[in-house]
C-alpha cells in the first residue's frame, strides 16, 4: 500500500499524478471492495466477543485508519490480502482512549459510538467535526441514541453517551430521523441489535452500504428486517456471533469508472458490480448518448462519439448519488449542450469548479446548482482535488483534456480508490505517480510527456 502522508518531515515534498490526456480506454477493470461498506462492518465488529472475518476489503488509507481506532479500542486485526479478521476481546474493549486526530481523521468512525454503547453502556468518543464539503452534523445520531434511552452530552470536543439503569441496556424505540442520513441509520441500527425489545426506524436512509450492514448483522444473530427500505425493524438479541462476510461492490468507484469510460468515449467492461446499486447513474449516461449492457454481475458501456448534456440533481438512494456528482460534472464539461446540476446533500461540494475552470470549462454557479456548458476539449492544467470525489473527477477530465495535467491532493485520492492510476493504466490510460517538490510541479513545462516521464520516473506503487 502506499504510502501518501508522505514524505520527509520538514520537505514539502508531495505526492502528484501525471496525466497524459487524450488516450482512449479499453478492455475490462476491476471493482474493488465498498469502503463505505466496509468501515461501518469493522465498526460492526464491536457488537461481538466472536470473529469476524470481512472478505474484498479495499485496501486504502480510510481502512488503516479505522483499523488503527479498533485496535485503540482493543481489538485485534490481522490482515491477508483483501481479507480482514477482527476479534474484539470483552476485557480489553474501551471507548476511553480514541485518539482525536484519528476520528477526526475519518468520519466515518463516529458510527462506532452505537456498537460501543449496546456494548459497554458508556462512551466517549471525539466529535468527528465538519470537513470540506460540508458541516455534517451529528445530531440525528444523538437523537436516536436518546430515544434508545442514553443520555447524550457534549464536553470538551467529546460525545459522552451513557445507559441508565441497572442492566446499562439500550431499549428499543420508534424513531423517525429528520432527514434521510446513512450514518445516523448505520449507527442506529447497530446500537438497536443488542438493545431490549423493538426499534423501529422510520425515514432511515436506503443505501446499498445499510443493506450489507444489515446482511451481515443477521448472519451475527441479528433480527433485522427492512433495510434497503424506509423503514428498518429491529428486534433486540442478548448477544451477536462472529460471521464470514463479503463487501459489496464500490458502488462509487464503479461510477467513475463508467463516467471514465464516457469522458474518453471509450467501450469498457467494469465489474463486479450489483447493476442496480447504478442505476440512476447508469440512466443518466444513456440519456447522454451510452450504451449500457447489463448482465448479472457487469456493466458494459459503450459511449457514443457524441454525447449530449443531461441535468443531474443529487439525491439519497435510489436518487443519483453526491458522490458521483463532481465526476459527472467532468463529464458534462465534454459534451454539447448546457447542463444544470443540482447538489442537495452537502452545501459546499462545488469546489470542483475552480479547477474545472482553470482546464477551460465553462461553469457558473448560482447557489447550489452549476450551469456546465459542454465544449469540443478541455485543456490540461494543474490542478488539486480538495476531497475524494473531486479529486476522482480531476483525473477523469485530465483523462479528456488536451496534453499533460498534474493532480495533487492525492491524501484524498488514496482514501477511497484502490490503485486507481495502476487500474486505469492497464486498460490505456497513462499516467505515473511520483513525488516532488509542490512548488517545483506547478513552475514545471508541461510540454510533452517525454520530459515529463524523464522527471518522474518513479513507478506507481499503489
Ligand atoms: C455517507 O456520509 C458517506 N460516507 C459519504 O461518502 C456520502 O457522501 C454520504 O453518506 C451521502 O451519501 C460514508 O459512508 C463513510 P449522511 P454520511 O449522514 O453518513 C445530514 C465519500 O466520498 N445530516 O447520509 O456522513 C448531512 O449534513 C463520502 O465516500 C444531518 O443533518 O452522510 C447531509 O446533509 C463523503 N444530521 C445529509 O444528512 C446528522 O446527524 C446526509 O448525510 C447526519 C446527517
Do not use: W
Amino acid at each position: 500500500m502506499q504510502s501518501v502522508s508522505g514524505l520527509k518531515t520538514g520537505s514539502i515534498l508531495l505526492p502528484f499524478l501525471t496525466v497524459k490526456g487524450g488516450e482512449g480506454l479499453s478492455g475490462h477493470i476491476k471493482v474493488s471492495g465498498a469502503k463505505n461498506s466496509a468501515l461501518v462492518l469493522m465498526a460492526a465488529s464491536l457488537l461481538t466477543n466472536e470473529i469476524l472475518h470481512l472478505r474484498n476489503v479495499p485496501r486504502l488509507t480510510d481502512i488503516e485508519v479505522m483499523s488503527k481506532l479498533l485496535k485503540a479500542m482493543g481489538s485485534d486485526l490481522k490482515k491477508h490480502s483483501d481479507a480482514l479478521i477482527i476479534r474484539t476481546n470483552p476485557l480489553k474493549l474501551s471507548s476511553n482512549n480514541l485518539p482525536y486526530e484519528l476520528v477526526h481523521a475519518l468520519r466515518a468512525s463516529f458510527v462506532c459510538i452505537g456498537p460501543l454503547l449496546a456494548r459497554l453502556g458508556e462512551v466517549r468518543i471525539p466529535m468527528p467535526g465538519g470537513c470540506k464539503i460540508g458541516s455534517r452534523p451529528i445530531d440525528e445520531h444523538i437523537q436516536g441514541l436518546r430515544a434508545l434511552g442514553a443520555s447524550v452530552e457534549i464536553q470538551d470536543d467529546h460525545v459522552l453517551a451513557k445507559v441508565t439503569g441497572e442492566q446499562k441496556r439500550l431499549v428499543g424505540a420508534r424513531i423517525r430521523f429528520n432527514c434521510k442520513s446513512v450514518g445516523a441509520t448505520q449507527t442506529l441500527l447497530m446500537a438497536a441489535t443488542l438493545a431490549q425489545g423493538k426499534t423501529i426506524l422510520d425515514n432511515a436512509a436506503q443505501e446499498p452500504e445499510i443493506q450489507d450492514l444489515a446482511m451481515m448483522l443477521n448472519n451475527m444473530g441479528a433480527k433485522v428486517r427492512g433495510a434497503g427500505t424506509s423503514q428498518i425493524t429491529i428486534e433486540g438479541v442478548q448477544h451477536l456471533g462472529g460471521s464470514i462476510h463479503k463487501v459489496i461492490p464500490d458502488r462509487i468507484e464503479a461510477g467513475t469508472f463508467l463516467i471514465a469510460a464516457a469522458i474518453t468515449r471509450s467501450p469498457l467492461t467494469i465489474s463486479p458490480v450489483i447493476p442496480k446499486h447504478l442505476e440512476a447513474v447508469t440512466r443518466k449516461l444513456q440519456n447522454s448518448g451510452c450504451l449500457i449492457q447489463y448482465s448479472r454481475e457487469s456493466l458494459r458501456i459503450v459511449p457514443r462519439k457524441i454525447l449530449k448534456s443531461v441535468d443531474i440533481t443529487t439525491h439519497p438512494f435510489p436518487g443519483f448519488p453526491t458522490d458521483l456528482q463532481a465526476p459527472f460534472m467532468a463529464l458534462m464539461t465534454t459534451v454539447e449542450g448546457t447542463s444544470k446540476i443540482k447538489e442537495t446533500i452537502f452545501e459546499n461540494r462545488m469546489q470542483h469548479i475552480y479547477q474545472f475552470q482553470k482546464m477551460g470549462a465553462k461553469i457558473s454557479l448560482e447557489g447550489n446548482t452549476a450551469s456546465v456548458i459542454g465544449s469540443k476539449s478541455l485543456t490540461s492544467a494543474s490542478i488539486t482535488g480538495g476531497d475524494l470525489r473531486s479529486c476522482a473527477a480531476m483525473v477523469l477530465a485530465s483523462l479528456a483534456a488536451d496534453g499533460i495535467s498534474i493532480i495533487k491532493g492525492l491524501e484524498h485520492l488514496d482514501r477511497g480508490y484502490e490503485n486507481l492510476s495502476l487500474k486505469l493504466n492497464k486498460i490505456g490510460a497513462c499516467i505515473s505517480r511520483s513525488q516532488s517538490q509542490a512548488q517545483e510541479i506547478s513552475n514545471r513545462n508541461t510540454k510533452t510527456l517525454e520530459a515529463k516521464q524523464n522527471i518522474y520516473s518513479e513507478t506507481d506503487v499503489a
